[in-house]
């Protein structure tokens, strides 16, 4: 399979994973605090990396965990407890539809700080994207005013760790393996999540509650297929593709996430649907190539 089908292999696979992440944050916040459910994500996928990808590490450099370690705070530490945060405020629909401002992120910090070059189709895809987010979440606001959207702040502090995260990769660690970055990006955070999850009283819950015995294997399948297979499969794409592209995959999250929610009784309407094929548009004409794009 050639680089082309497999980055569309691999926005597939990712669009269904991380549109299911939130749905499953949702699910383990019944039975754990935000804290607990973002340090338990964080561990639990670490100790399964490190069955996998331990042996991987010994040839890493010192400057490479420079920014493996900078990578890894930014995208796998403070966004798994930002969005267990948010969703205590916030419905999983609507912090999917948040989350799609990565795209623009990835685009101003790579252009910005990195050196991305992009062309115009490329930068009104973003935009027309954007704008579907943007309908989605006054829809949202309109018919579920109860919910306290400054909780929002959170999934915008954790887009721009991803922005700052994939064009790290991009530039600093593409000689790595997918499985050396993630599995050295969680052996960084890991110990400061556990001090995390102490804090969070994670030692007090009562384990023989069936309802935290529920939300644990939600945490468990959240942790291994979420986490750690998900950014397996994120930075393989990073590494075949272009930053924007990488990016795009939050335009898809929302229609798996909604999809989720209408199973678990949320409802949709037809504006939603509409921002839906909006976001659609907007990912075809960020990855729709005229003329060959320069890529760094």
Not at 57 to 71: E, Q, T, Y
Not at 227 to 256: D, E, G, M, Q, R
Not at 269 to 293: D, M, R
Request: hydrophobic share 55%; glycine share 8%.
């Amino acid at each position: 399979m050639n680089n082309f089908n497999k980055k569309w292999l691999y926005l597939a696979l990712l669009s269904f994973i991380w549109g299911s992440s939130f749905i499953l944050i949702k699910k383990g916040l019944v039975g754990f605090s935000s804290l607990q459910v973002g340090g338990l994500r964080i561990i639990f996928a670490s100790l399964f990396l490190f069955v996998f990808g331990i042996k991987s590490l010994k040839n890493i450099s010192l400057k490479d965990w420079k920014w493996i370690s900078i990578a890894g705070f930014l995208s796998s530490f403070f966004p798994p407890f930002f969005f267990a945060i948010a969703q205590t405020e916030i419905d999983s629909g609507i912090t999917s539809i948040l989350n799609s401002i990565v795209p623009l992120a990835t685009t101003l910090v790579g252009v910005w700080l990195f050196g991305l070059a992009i062309n115009k189709r490329q930068i009104s895809g973003v935009f027309i994207g954007l704008l579907g987010t943007i309908a989605l979440i006054v829809v949202g606001m309109e018919f579920s005013p109860n919910q306290n959207y400054w909780y929002s702040i959170f999934i915008f502090l954790s887009a721009l760790g991803y922005a700052f995260n994939i064009n790290i990769i991009k530039r600093h660690l593409a000689h790595l393996t997918p499985l050396q970055v993630t599995t050295g990006s969680f052996g960084v955070v890991i110990i400061p999540a556990i001090i995390m999850l102490g804090y969070g009283g994670i030692l007090e819950v009562n384990y023989k509650s069936i309802e935290i015995q529920k939300a644990l294997v939600y945490l468990l399948v959240l942790a291994i297929l979420g986490t750690a297979v998900a950014n397996i499969l994120f930075n393989k794409l990073i590494h075949i593709s272009s930053p924007v592209f990488s990016a795009s995959v939050t335009y898809i999250i929302p229609l798996v996430a909604i999809l989720w929610g209408i199973l678990d009784g949320e409802t949709i309407n037809l504006y939603q649907i509409v921002g839906g094929v909006i976001i659609l548009f907007g990912v075809w004409l960020v990855n729709k190539k005229k003329h060959p794009i320069k890529e760094y």
